[in-house]
């Protein structure tokens, strides 16, 4: 999902950059996408707040039931929840870059934005 999404926003600026693009239709794409990114981005939320309740709870019932047995188990739920939580702030990142080139697009359509409103 990370090359994808590098390669979809790198996308994107490029039709930003060129005047002879058919906003209106990429705006629709974008729309689409977005929404796909939204559900993407929903459900690694869901993934990464169990995995980080999975491993507390091996972490706990180490320390509280001294179960030695399971500090494989927390190391290893340990060491895949950083990268997770890396990942998940990525994603997080990357969909909020494409909700400005959004309204970028918008703009670029119909004239008017968020900031002109104000």
């Known amino acids: 999902m990370t090359e994808y999404l590098t390669k979809y926003r790198k996308y994107i600026l490029e039709c930003l950059g060129d005047e002879n693009c058919d906003f209106v ?34 972490i706990l019932a180490v320390a509280v039931y001294e179960k030695l047995t399971l500090i494989p188990l927390a ?28 309204d ?5 359509v119909h004239g008017f934005s968020q900031e002109d409103l104000k």
């Open 75 to 102: 190391a290893l739920l340990l060491g895949l929840l950083i990268p997770y939580i890396k990942h998940y702030f990525f994603l997080e990142n990357t969909v909020q870059l494409l909700y400005k080139d959004y």
């Open 25 to 58: 239709r990429l705006l629709d794409y974008h729309t689409e996408k977005l929404r796909h990114f939204q559900h993407e981005r929903f459900i690694h939320l869901i993934v990464l707040a169990l995995f980080a309740v999975c491993t507390v709870i091996t």
């Open 104 to 108: 970028t697009i918008y703009k670029k």
